[in-house]
């Protein structure tokens, strides 16, 4: 019989050999383990705040004609902490909304 480790203690691992990984094999970066462990796993507050789309469904939600740096939208993201992953995926799906579906919305 396989043995298996508690869910939490993959996500434990994978986030601390993150840095590991990412210097070591150059397509394997924060994102992808962070991807891995959202869908994967099911890790709520995976940390996606440098994913382009979720800058941009900030940027479009927040109204604000500059661009969203990763700072800012892991800044803001920390609100939502533990969940912060959900709110990511609202906002992917919030910057590919159509502007008049975002309009009504507002």
Do not use: C
């Not at 396989?2 to 993150?18: F, Q, Y």
């Not at 991807?35 to 800058?55: E, P, S, T």
Request: charged share 15%.
């Amino acid at each position: 019989t396989a043995e298996t480790l508690p869910r939490r203690l993959i996500v434990s691992r994978m986030l601390s050999n993150g840095e590991y990984i990412s210097q070591t094999n150059y397509s394997t970066g924060h994102w992808t383990i962070n991807y891995v462990l959202l869908r994967g796993f099911g890790w709520l507050d995976a940390l996606l705040h440098g994913d382009i789309a979720v800058r941009r469904g900030l940027q479009k939600l927040l109204a604000s004609p500059n661009k969203m740096s990763e700072k800012q939208v892991q800044q803001w993201l920390e609100q939502f902490s533990p969940w912060r992953a959900l709110v990511a995926v609202h906002l992917w799906a919030f910057g590919s909304a159509s502007n008049s579906i975002s309009l009504a919305i507002t």
